[in-house]
């Protein structure tokens, strides 16, 4: 097809209906500019492989940018994930997440553990609770992809602990988490290829000094997250020390690796909040130069890439831990302090007090709290009793009063029986003396119908305590007639 085109061109000259040369040779130009620069930007693919089935898998930040990648990618590898994150397990974001990676990789094993890398105490509740079964649970690897970024030009922001923000999420919390899980890595049988992965960034190389500190004056959201990154870098060195001194009692070596990768700049929602400095009209600029993002950003799946090879990659289980990947393959760090013991010492103990320090002030913050909560409730409790004693006081006079009245009521209507009784007696006794008969009045018929109210002996008799009632009504029988009987 080329050819004979060619030939045409040759032998009858340049068509008519082609663009003029230099135009298209621009267009041609351009067009192969944005595709090899997009090509470069992407960076590498990973290429190496590895039985991912059932292996499990504890992951930061799996639910956004790189890590959400990365995640997906395991999942439909079979691996069996647990997603440390810092929404609720009820989150209803959380739940249709995990439900929609289950629906799309066909794998149920994929689980949600609450933890917020801003809270100390929330990382140790996680940890201990990981490593508190025996026998050890099993463990293939950890992913360290959560991270915050402070937007640039935005103040300096502190936990609710009181340490900076960047330098607790970032270092603290991973330095906190893997201190408490050291066990269940170690515990994990010989040949299972237990790695940790953690994400680091090239920012790293501009860091101030680890043993120089980073005063509130000096603090920048770029110094505080490129210090950051420095210092889980020093530390992963360290913690591959750390596990390899560790002597396993079945006498064989330690093979968990730790792997630092650098994924390289992608356009995920962190690095998003951090162009757009966390504004609207940012994020406008950036809708509006969304094709320069595009061109020299990798996607949040091609800057997964080197965390995969990192997960994937066999022959870094043969090489000493502690290596630097990126673009799919191992690179020297930038930095000497990185593996400076005497700064990996320093920056190890200075991290274990603060983290002592910060853990006994909250935990004596959460016993006044409790204390606080536990006097509100008893509080609570007494007004409830107070209340449901005064409402039983209440209902008590209130039927006392009620029985009261119907006393008194009876007592009125008695009395007025009593009074009405008298005249119809008196009236019935004249008409039954006028008709010399014992009509009227039942009582008149039989003793037994003598009744109380009638019970008043019209002829001076008194009733004594020995005096039966029906020999009474006797009486009052034969008191009427003018028989006295007793
Ligand atoms: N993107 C880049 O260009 C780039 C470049 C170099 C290195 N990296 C590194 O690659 C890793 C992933 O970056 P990314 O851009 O994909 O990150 P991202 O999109 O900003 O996601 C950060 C993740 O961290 C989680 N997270 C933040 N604060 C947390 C906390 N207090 N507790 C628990 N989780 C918390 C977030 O959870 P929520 O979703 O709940 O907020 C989110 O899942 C990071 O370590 C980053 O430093 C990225």
Redo the contacts with the bound molecule.
């Keep these: 097809m080329p050819l004979p085109f060619l030939a045409h061109v040759y032998y009858t000259g340049y068509p008519t209906w082609l663009p003029e040369p230099l135009r298209l040779l621009k267009v041609l130009g351009t067009v192969g500019a944005v595709t090899l620069t997009k090509w470069y930007t992407s960076g590498r693919s990973n290429r190496s492989e590895r039985n991912m089935h059932g292996r499990v898998v504890l992951i930061?930040?799996?639910?956004?940018?790189?890590?959400?990648a990365t995640t997906l990618e395991l999942a439909q590898r079979g691996a069996q994930i647990v997603l440390?994150?810092?929404?609720a397990p009820t989150d209803s974001f959380l739940v249709d997440y995990i439900d929609d990676l289950r629906t799309r990789t066909g794998n149920q094993m994929i689980y949600a553990e609450q933890?917020?890398?801003?809270d100390l105490h929330s990382v140790r509740q996680f940890a201990t609770k990981w490593i508190d079964n025996a026998p050890p649970r099993r463990l293939d690897m950890i992913v360290?992809?959560?991270?915050?970024?402070v937007p640039p030009g935005s103040p300096r922001v502190e936990t609710a602990e009181g340490v900076e923000v960047t330098w607790q999420?970032?270092f603290l919390a991973n330095f906190h988490l893997l201190g408490i899980l050291s066990p269940a890595i170690r515990a994990q049988p010989f040949d299972r290829d237990v790695r940790i992965v953690i994400?680091?960034?090239?920012s790293y190389i501009s860091a101030p000094k680890l043993d120089a500190g980073l005063d509130r004056e000096g603090w920048t959201p770029q110094t505080a997250y490129a210090r950051s990154?420095l210092a889980l870098m020093v530390f992963a060195r360290a913690y591959q020390k750390h596990l390899d001194a560790y002597k396993r009692p079945d006498q064989l070596p330690m093979t968990a690796r730790v792997v630092l990768v650098?994924?390289?700049?992608?356009r995920?929602?962190?690095?998003r909040?951090w162009l757009t400095r966390g504004s609207l009209w940012g994020l406008g600029l950036y809708l509006v130069f969304y094709v320069f993002a595009w061109l020299l950003?990798k996607s949040?799946e091609m800057?997964a890439q080197s965390v995969l090879f990192g997960v994937m990659e066999s022959s870094l289980v043969r090489v000493p831990g502690g290596r630097l990947i990126k673009e799919c393959m191992e690179v020297d760090c930038a930095r000497k302090d990185v593996d400076d013991e005497e700064v990996a010492k320093k920056l190890w103990e200075a991290s274990d007090k603060l983290i002592e320090r910060v853990e006994k002030q909250q935990a004596v913050k959460r016993a006044k709290a409790k204390k606080e909560r536990e006097k509100d409730e008893k509080k609570k409790e007494e007004e409830q009793k107070r209340d449901e004693e005064k409402k039983k006081t209440a209902a008590q006079v209130e039927e006392i009063e009620a029985l009261v009245d119907a006393i008194t009521r009876g007592k009125a209507k008695a009395a007025k029986e009593a009074k009405d009784g008298k005249q119809t007696y008196k009236k019935e006794t004249q008409e039954t003396t006028k008709k010399g008969g014992r009509k009227g009045n039942p009582s008149h018929l039989h003793p037994v119908f003598f009744t109380d109210k009638l019970r008043r002996p019209p002829f001076h008799i008194v009733a004594g305590p020995y005096t039966s009632p029906i020999a009474h009504g006797y009486v009052y029988q034969d008191g009427q007639r003018g028989v006295t009987r007793l």
Excluded at 268 to 271: D, F, L, N, R
């Design positions: 930061t930040g799996g639910t956004s940018g790189i890590g959400a440390l994150t810092r929404l933890v917020d890398l801003a360290l992809c959560a991270a915050t970024m999420v970032n994400p680091t960034c090239s990154k650098d994924p390289g700049l992608a995920t929602p962190g690095m909040r950003l949040p800057a």
